[in-house]
């Protein structure tokens, strides 16, 4: 049973661009969660998603920041217009549905440079 | 008033010794908690969940007070491989959802 991927692993963009990060969460977990970590920082949360909907996305900035799980494929955090202040590690983490707090499995994360 | 607070560190302790990590969180409400490790440039992965009865996995030991809303993180005989950055976790206090993570404390085992 594979684990959390994240790809790409390494992202390197110039300000002003766009960085699209894509989670494929374990198989037959339905909720996916997005943390950043910036350098010497914690995990911050910042959406959680099931498939097709948004849950809680009280911790995405409110602009340039967008977030998405459709029904096929995989959950896709997008930062359009990125700035260096984006520089960070981008990880994803997934559970199962179920009725009580489970525990999220996270992914090897995507670690965006912005120049 | 953070969410989650933890001593950073770090904490250099020879192979062998017992080292004990504390964390405490601010919201009452907190069903679930959970330590993770955290290598260096490393996803975090989940080293036990944390019950109020106390639970213990080999040679770690996790305890829960929800009088003092302090959770506590004992390891014991430590190894090498043990180094890392430990990382206290709450969650928001509703099924499912968000986590809320402490900056973590870094430990240092030398041989």
């Known amino acids: 049973n594979a684990g959390v991927m994240q790809n790409p692993r390494h992202l390197v963009r110039r300000r002003g661009q766009e960085a699209r990060l894509r989670c494929s969460p374990m198989?037959?977990?339905?909720?996916v969660y997005w943390y950043r970590q910036l350098p010497e920082e914690g995990l911050k949360f910042m959406v959680y998603l099931q498939k097709e909907n948004i849950i809680d996305e009280s911790g995405m900035p409110k602009e340039r920041f967008s977030a998405e799980f459709p029904k096929e494929g995989p959950s896709i955090l997008r930062i359009q217009q990125v700035v260096r202040g984006d520089s960070a590690a981008y990880f994803c983490a997934s559970s199962p549905p179920a009725g009580f707090q489970e525990t999220q499995y996270f992914g090897p994360g995507t670690r965006l440079l912005v120049l | 008033r953070k969410e989650v607070e933890q001593d950073p560190g770090p904490f250099n302790v020879p192979e062998g010794a017992t080292v004990a990590f504390n964390c405490t969180y601010s919201n009452s409400a907190s069903q679930s908690f959970f330590w993770y490790r955290q290598d260096c440039r490393k996803e975090p992965k989940l080293l036990m969940s944390v019950y109020s009865s106390g639970n213990e996995d080999g040679r770690f030991t996790a305890q829960l007070n929800r009088a003092s809303q302090y959770i506590s993180l004992l390891i014991r005989d430590s190894k090498l491989s043990d180094s890392a950055t430990y990382l206290c976790v709450v969650d928001r206090g509703s099924t499912l959802g968000r986590l809320y993570f402490g900056r973590g404390t870094q430990l240092t085992v030398w041989p």
């Open positions: 198989k037959g977990h339905s909720h």
